[in-house]
């Protein structure tokens, strides 16, 4: 590989995110991550951990300073009762601006299908794509932790 890499990867405790981030020890690269993944391969050299979430920019910049790239897969968990979009959205800027404060030359956004699927009007003979987006009302109407 060269010279040390380094990418950031958000929510790497989960499943698809720890996959990712053992993926990429395997590889060689530094990663950084923001939850504990010590018994992973490498991790004791190549692991950094940072203490943060997503509505802390600071925190953020902290996590995604030095790396080339990041893959933004974790999402907040609003508390009983609060609203689920809010968050996302705020977090998923918070990532994406402390990219651009570190100059990272590569992002990847992980999403889920709630992106999409939750479209009323969207036609049922035309497969999903990029234009197709969830309905904020729809998403919201959702009793999501009540």
């Known amino acids: 590989m060269g010279e040390e890499q380094r990418v950031c990867v958000t929510g790497a405790r989960g499943y698809l995110a720890s996959w990712v981030v053992k993926s990429l020890l395997s590889e060689g690269y ?7 993944l010590m018994k992973l391969e490498k991790a004791s050299e190549n692991l950094k951990l940072f203490k943060t979430d997503l509505l802390d920019y600071e925190g953020l910049c902290a996590a995604i300073d030095g790396c080339v790239g ?14 689920l979009m809010q968050p996302a959205i705020t977090g998923t800027k918070n ?18 299908t709630g992106a999409v699927v939750l479209n009323p009007n969207w036609p049922k003979d035309r497969s999903m794509d990029e234009e197709c987006w969830s309905d904020l009302e729809s998403c919201n109407a959702i009793p999501v932790f009540n």
Not at 30 to 36: S, Y
Not at 97 to 103: E, P, Q, S, T, Y
Request: charged fraction near 15%; glycine fraction near 6%; aromatic fraction near 2%.
């Open 30 to 36: 530094v990663v950084h991550g923001t939850v504990h």
């Open 70 to 83: 990041v893959f933004h897969i974790a999402s907040p968990v609003p508390l009983r009762g609060s609203e």
């Open 95 to 112: 990532v994406l601006n402390a990219c651009l404060k570190a100059k990272v030359k590569k992002v990847v956004v992980v999403s889920s």
